[in-house]
DNA sequence: TAGTTATTTGGCAAAATAGCCAAATAGATG
DNA sequence: CATCTATTTGGCTATTTTGCCAAATAACTA
């Protein structure tokens, strides 16, 4: 229970927002730009509602800003700093991956 | 179906690696440099078999690697992004979080 | 070899998460 | 106002994840 372990609890909820291959998707389309939900949910392939509950989650951690537009909710990233977070994720060697560090 | 979606779940699988309190705890101190499983039994607080499963997973999913000397096991992290990544989402604002950006 | 220490594995119950459907809400528009 | 469209919410089951205990390994030591 140190202090420090709130920081990471804080830390992982935001981290656990893009954990999960919908929602990852998703940021990587907004790293493109903004997007509203339907747009998404073809993106995604499921559920409206489902993805509006990911979106809605990612929204509560941080992740994602939300602004209504007429009759649609455009979302986009709350930051920017996914894209070289993912390049380097992208150079790890999964599974037993010997002992050879990478970037 | 796209091919992206792989990739995306590729990065979900690492990403989701750090996606817990307990892991990203592991994860910060290991930044700091190598540790052992009772080391960070320690750390984290939980029981051992807890933590060989967390840091199971993390190996797994190529985000730390493992070294055996004597009697212990060295864990250490793959690759030193995390550091920036952490930075910047402990800029973001949680929950309903306006609608301002931030890094 | 027997014992000791460090770690992993198997198994299981409890807790959290995901995703669908149906219903509710919030604005536009006729 | 009645309706349509875009999105969210509630509720439910199925799946996944967590974390403990007990048992199994692995490697050092007497």
């Known amino acids: 229970m140190p202090a420090s372990k709130t920081v990471s609890s804080k830390r ?13 998707l998703i940021a990587e389309a907004l790293m493109e730009g903004e997007m509203c939900v339907c747009d998404l949910k073809d ?45 380097c994720l992208d150079q790890l060697a999964p599974k037993k991956a010997a002992t050879k560090p990478c970037c």
Chains 1, 2 share one sequence.
């Open 43 to 87: 993106l995604v392939g499921a559920d409206m509602s489902t993805v509006s509950k990911h979106l809605s989650l990612m929204r509560q951690a941080g992740v994602l800003v939300s602004d209504k537009r007429g009759l649609n909710i455009y979302y986009r990233l709350a930051c920017d700093c996914l894209g070289d977070f993912l390049r």
């Open 12 to 24: 992982a909820t935001v981290i656990k927002a893009l954990a999960h291959p919908s929602r990852l």
